[in-house]
C-alpha cells in the first residue's frame, strides 16, 4: 500500500537534491533548474496532502506555485541574460556584486 | 505489490534519477532535459493520487512552457562550461552533507503525529473519477481574487523578464 | 455613510492607478487635480463617516465593515481572515489626521514639485502611500494591517529613493527598506503567536478573549507584545533601528513631512496604542517600552544639537518626539500617547512644509546658509514659530498639552508604581529642554541674524502657503481638545480626546491601568516646570545664537570641546558602526574579503589575532583622556567588529545559500529536539 509517507520521503529526497544543487552547482542555469527542482518537490506535498485530507486546496495551492515558478522561470533567465551580456559569465562566483 | 505500487516505485526512481542528472551533469542542456524526466515522473505521480488536472498542467506548464524558456535562455546564453573548470563549489562535501541533514528534518517535520490524519480519505474521491470539476469549484469560488492576481503577477513577471533580459542591449 | 468606510482607502487607489499607469502621458494639471481630489474625497468621506458613527452608534462601539472573505485558511483551527475595515475611536482619530494633513502635504506638493522631473510618478506614489496607510489603521484584523504596513513601507522606499539617479537617495531608499524589514519580522512572528494562540486574527476576537481570560495569556501576551515593538521599534525609528529615518530626508520635502513626520512613523504607536491589552498583561514589555522611548527621545535629541542640515534637525527631533509617544505608551497612558501623535502630526508637518519652503527658496538645506529669513518670507517665518513655539512645549500651543501630559503620566506612574520612573522623568526633562534649545537654535540661525546664502529668497507660492498657514492654525489649536485635569477643572472645558478613546483601554482585572490621578498642586508643579523647561531652553538658544550675532560663545564652547562636538555631530558614530557591521557588507566593497573563499579558518586566525591586538589597544586608549579614549575606542572598536563581519560577505550566493540552509536546518532541528 503507497501512502502519504511513500510521497513524502520521495518530496524531501527530491527537495535535498535540489538544495544540494542550488548549494554546490556554480552555473547560474543550473541553479535554477535546481530550484525548479525544489518546488516539484514541494507539488508533491501538496498533493500527498492533499489527497490525504481529501481537501482540494492542496491542489489550488500547487497551481499557485507553478505560476510562482514560471514567473521566477521569465524573471530568473532575464536576469541571468542580461549577466551573461554585461559580464560575458553566468558563474555564481564571478558574479558577486554583494561582496562586502 | 499492486500496479500502484509497481507505478508509484517506477516513476520515482525516474524522478530521482532526473534529479540527480540535473545537479551532476556539466551542461545545463543536459540538466534541462534531465529536469523533463523528473518533470514527467512527477506529472505522473500526480495521476497517481487522482489530480489529473494538476498532472496535465505540470506537463503543459512545466514541460512545455518553463522547460521552454529554460532551453531558450540556454541558446541565448551560448555559454559551454569549459571541461577543466571545477564543476562544483569548494563547499560541496558539506553541501551534500547539510543537504541530506536538510532532507532528513524535513521529513522528520512533516511526519510528526500532530500532522497525522485519518489515511485514504481521497481516495473514495478518487474512485469517483476524476475530481477536476471539485478543483474548478474550489479555485473559481473560494480563490478567485487569488487566482486573479497570480493572473496579474504572470503579466508583471513577463513584462519584467523581458526588461531584465533586454537590459544592456545597446539600440 | 459609516458603510462607505471602504471608500476611504479606495480614492487614494483609484488615483493612483489613473496616474500610474498613464504614467507620464497625463498632463501634469490633469495630475494635481486626480491626485489631490482623490485625497479631499477621503477626506470629506472619513470625516463623513465619522460623524455618523458617533450619531448612530456613538464611540463605545466599534463599526465593522466587512467586504469578503480574503483568506479562508481550511487549518487545524478554521482561521478565516476577512477583508473588513474597522471604525472605532483609534483609527477614527488616525483617519482623521491622516487625511487631513495628507491633504493639505497634497495642496503643498503641487507647488514644491512644480519644476521637478517624474511630478506624476510623484503623485502616484503619494496617492498608493495614502492608500496603504488608510489600510492600516482602518484594517479590522492584524493581517490586513500588515498589508498596509508593508504598503506604507514600499512607498516610503519608493519615495525616499524618488532622485534615485542621485546614490544618497538610492542608498537611503535601501536603507530604510532593509532595516525595516528587521522590524517587520518581528512584527510578523507576533502575528504568528496570536494566530496560533487565540485562533483569530481579527482585533475584536483576540482582544475580547484576553479580556475574558487575561490570567490564561499572561505568558504568551508579554512574547506578542515584545515582538509587536519589534516593528514598532523598525517603523517608528526607535532605538536601535532608528538609524533610517535621518537618511530618508533624502526624499523631497513633502515626503518627509507626509510619511517621515506626520502619518507613517507614528503607525508602531498605533500599533502599541491597538494592541495596549497584550502590552499591559506584561509589565516588562510596558518597561521595555517606557525605557527604549525615554532612551531614544533623548538620544535622538542629542544628536539634534549639532546638526546643520535642516531637514537632519526636524528629521531627529522627529524620533526624539516619536519616543516620547513610546515612553508614555510604556507608562500605559495610550491616550497621551495618540495625543501627542495627533498633535504632533500638525506641528512637524508644519515644520518639514515650512523647512521646504526655505529649501525651495534658498536652494540648500544646510542652515549656515540660510539667515535673515524672517523679513523677505512672512508667512513662512510665523508658521515656522508657531510650530516651534508647539514642537518646545510653549503653552496654548499644540505640543505643550500633549508633551505635559505625557510628562505628567510618567511623573504618576512613577508616584503611584514604580519609583525607577522618576528617572525617566528625568531623562524626558532633559530632552524637553533640549528639544527648546535645538528648535530655537534653528530658528534664530534661519530666520534672524543676516541672510548668508546665494541668490535672493522669496516667498514660496499661494499652493505652498495656505497649507502651512492651516497646519500653522492647526499647530495652535489642536492641543485645546486635550487640556489637563486641572485646567479643565478651572475652566469648565472638557478633555475632549482623553474622554474620545477612553473605550481604547477598558480596565481589566488583571492588567495595568491606564489613567493615573495626580494631585491638583502636583499638577500645577509639573506644568510650571515643564514651562520653565521649555523656556530655559529657548533662552539658551537666544544668548548663544540671538544676543550674540557673531557667536562667539558657541564658538567658544566647541573649540574647548573639539571631540564631544565631533562625535555628537558625527550622531556617535551608529552609522558608522552599523555600515561597518550589518549594511557595510552589501554596500562598501573591500578587497579584504577575498580571503574568506580560501577558507573559514583563515579568518577565524586573522580575527583572533586582531581581536588580541584589539584588547590591548583598547585597554590603551582607555590610558588616555577618558571621554576622547572612549570616543576613540567606540569609533575603532566599530571598524574592528566591521572587519571582522565584513568577511562574512563573500558575494558568492552559494554562501548565501549554504547559512540559509543551515539556519532552516538547525531552526528546525531544534524544533524537533525540543518537542
Known amino acids: 500500500m503507497i501512502t502519504a509517507t511513500h510521497y513524502l520521503v520521495l518530496s524531501a529526497c527530491l527537495f535535498g537534491i535540489g538544495a544540494v544543487g542550488v548549494m554546490v552547482r556554480k552555473n547560474l542555469i543550473t541553479l535554477l533548474l535546481s530550484i525548479e527542482l525544489m518546488l516539484n518537490a514541494v507539488n508533491l506535498n501538496l498533493i500527498a496532502f492533499s489527497h490525504q485530507w481529501g481537501d482540494m486546496l492542496g491542489q489550488v495551492f500547487a497551481i499557485f506555485v507553478m505560476a510562482v515558478a514560471a514567473g521566477e522561470a521569465a524573471i530568473g533567465l532575464g536576469i541571468i541574460t542580461a549577466i551573461y551580456r554585461n559580464r560575458g559569465t553566468v558563474e555564481a562566483d564571478q558574479v558577486r556584486g554583494m561582496e562586502g | 505489490m499492486t500496479v500502484h505500487a509497481l507505478f508509484f516505485y517506477l516513476f520515482a526512481a525516474l ?157 | 455613510m459609516k458603510e462607505y468606510i471602504y471608500l476611504v482607502p479606495l480614492f487614494p487607489l483609484l488615483g493612483f492607478l489613473l496616474i500610474g499607469f498613464t504614467w507620464s502621458r497625463m498632463p501634469r494639471k490633469w495630475v494635481s487635480i486626480i491626485g489631490c481630489t482623490s485625497v479631499g474625497l477621503s477626506t470629506v468621506l472619513g470625516f463623513g463617516a465619522i460623524i455618523d ?179 514598532a521599534t523598525g517603523k517608528s525609528a526607535q532605538l536601535p533601528l532608528y538609524v533610517w529615518l535621518p537618511d530618508a530626508m533624502a526624499g523631497p520635502t513633502p515626503v518627509s513631512a507626509l510619511i517621515h513626520a506626520a502619518t507613517m512613523v507614528t503607525a508602531g504607536v498605533y500599533m502599541v496604542a491597538r494592541c495596549n491589552l497584550f502590552f499591559r498583561a506584561s509589565p516588562t514589555a510596558m518597561a521595555v517600552v517606557a525605557v527604549v522611548g525615554a532612551l531614544t527621545a533623548l538620544f535622538a535629541a542629542s544628536m539634534g544639537l549639532a546638526q546643520t542640515d535642516i531637514k537632519k534637525v526636524l528629521a531627529y527631533s522627529t524620533i526624539s518626539q516619536l519616543g516620547y509617544m513610546f515612553l508614555a505608551a510604556g507608562v500605559g497612558a495610550y491616550a497621551v500617547a495618540m495625543f501627542h501623535v495627533f498633535t504632533h502630526a500638525f506641528f512637524k508637518a508644519c515644520l518639514f512644509l515650512g523647512s521646504g519652503s526655505l529649501i525651495h527658496a534658498c536652494h540648500t538645506n544646510d542652515i549656515f546658509e540660510m539667515g535673515g529669513l524672517k523679513k523677505v518670507m512672512k508667512t513662512t517665518h510665523w508658521t515656522f514659530l508657531f510650530s516651534t513655539l508647539a514642537i518646545a512645549g510653549i503653552p496654548i500651543w499644540a505640543g505643550f498639552f500633549s508633551k505635559d501630559a505625557i510628562l505628567a503620566s510618567v511623573f504618576a506612574f512613577a508616584q503611584h508604581h514604580h519609583g525607577w520612573a522618576y528617572l525617566l522623568y528625568g531623562l524626558a526633562a532633559v530632552t524637553a529642554f533640549m528639544t527648546a534649545f535645538y528648535m530655537f537654535r534653528l530658528y534664530f540661525i534661519v530666520f534672524h541674524g543676516e541672510y548668508r546664502g546665494h541668490g535672493h529668497p522669496h516667498e514660496s507660492p499661494r499652493s505652498m502657503t495656505l497649507p502651512l498657514q492651516v497646519l500653522g492654525i492647526g499647530s495652535l489649536l489642536v492641543g485645546l481638545v486635550g487640556v489637563p485635569a486641572v485646567i479643565s477643572h478651572l475652566f469648565h472645558v472638557p478633555n475632549v480626546i482623553e474622554k474620545f478613546l477612553h473605550p481604547l483601554t477598558p480596565e481589566v482585572e488583571g492588567l495595568a491601568e491606564t489613567t493615573f490621578h495626580l494631585s491638583d498642586s502636583m499638577e500645577w508643579i509639573l506644568i510650571f516646570g515643564s514651562i520653565l523647561i521649555a523656556c530655559g531652553g529657548i533662552a539658551l538658544a537666544w544668548w548663544l545664537y540671538k544676543a550674540d550675532p557673531e557667536w562667539k560663545r558657541i564658538k567658544a564652547f566647541t573649540a574647548a570641546f573639539p571631540r564631544l562636538h565631533k562625535t555628537v555631530f558625527n550622531k556617535y558614530y551608529v552609522d558608522e558602526f552599523y555600515d561597518a557591521t550589518a549594511v557595510g557588507g552589501t554596500i562598501k566593497l573591500s578587497k579584504a574579503s577575498a580571503a574568506f573563499d580560501q577558507g573559514v579558518i583563515d579568518g577565524t586566525v586573522n580575527g583572533m589575532r586582531h581581536a588580541t591586538v584589539g584588547t590591548s589597544l583598547l585597554s590603551g586608549f582607555f590610558d588616555l583622556r577618558v571621554v576622547d579614549g572612549a570616543v576613540n575606542g567606540l569609533a575603532w572598536l566599530n571598524k574592528f567588529c566591521g572587519d571582522l563581519f565584513r568577511r562574512v560577505q563573500t558575494g558568492v550566493v552559494q554562501n548565501y545559500v549554504f547559512v540559509f540552509a543551515l539556519g532552516v536546518f538547525l531552526s528546525l532541528g531544534l524544533y524537533l529536539l525540543l518537542k
Open chain 3, 53 to 231: 458613527w458617533l450619531l448612530t452608534m456613538g464611540s463605545h462601539h466599534p463599526f465593522v465593515k466587512t467586504l469578503y472573505v480574503w483568506l479562508p485558511l481550511k487549518t487545524a483551527v478554521p482561521l478565516d481572515i476577512p477583508f473588513a475595515f474597522q471604525l472605532d475611536a483609534l483609527s477614527a482619530l488616525m483617519v482623521a489626521f491622516v487625511t487631513f494633513v495628507g491633504f493639505w502635504i497634497h495642496i503643498y506638493s503641487m507647488g514644491y514639485m512644480a519644476h521637478e522631473e517624474g511630478y506624476n510618478r510623484f503623485f502616484a506614489y503619494l496617492n498608493l502611500f495614502m492608500f496603504a496607510m488608510l489600510t492600516l489603521v482602518l484594517a479590522d484584523n492584524f493581517l490586513l494591517m500588515f498589508v498596509g504596513w508593508e504598503g506604507v513601507g514600499l512607498c516610503s522606499y519608493l519615495l525616499i529613493g524618488f532622485y534615485y539617479q542621485e546614490k544618497w537617495p538610492a542608498d537611503s531608499g535601501k536603507k530604510a527598506f532593509i532595516v525595516n524589514r528587521i522590524g517587520d519580522f518581528g512584527f510578523l512572528v507576533g502575528i504568528f503567536f496570536i494566530a496560533t494562540h487565540f485562533g483569530t486574527l481579527r482585533y475584536e476576537e483576540v482582544f475580547a478573549k484576553l479580556q475574558a481570560d487575561p490570567g490564561a495569556y499572561l505568558g504568551v501576551a508579554g512574547i506578542i507584545a515584545l515582538c509587536l515593538f519589534v516593528g
Open chain 2, 15 to 171: 524522478a530521482l534519477l532526473g534529479a540527480v542528472g540535473v545537479v551532476a551533469l556539466r551542461q545545463p542542456i543536459q540538466g534541462a532535459v534531465s529536469l523533463l524526466l523528473t518533470l514527467l515522473s512527477v506529472a505522473a505521480l500526480f495521476l497517481l493520487r487522482g489530480a489529473e488536472f494538476l498532472a496535465a498542467a505540470q506537463i503543459v506548464i512545466y514541460a512545455g512552457g518553463i522547460l521552454a524558456i529554460f532551453l531558450f535562455a540556454i541558446m541565448f546564453v551560448a555559454y559551454r562550461e569549459e571541461e577543466k573548470r571545477r564543476r562544483w563549489h569548494p563547499q560541496w562535501p558539506a553541501a551534500v552533507v547539510l543537504g541530506l541533514g536538510l532532507a532528513a528534518t524535513l521529513l522528520a517535520f512533516l511526519l510528526r503525529p500532530a500532522l497525522g490524519v485519518p489515511a485514504g480519505l481521497g481516495a473514495a474521491q478518487a474512485a469517483a473519477g476524476g475530481n477536476t470539476e471539485a478543483l474548478a469549484e474550489v479555485l473559481f469560488r473560494t480563490y478567485l481574487v487569488p487566482f486573479e492576481v497570480i493572473s496579474l503577477f504572470l503579466i508583471v513577471a513577463m513584462v519584467g523578464g523581458i526588461l531584465m533580459a533586454s537590459w544592456g542591449v545597446k539600440r
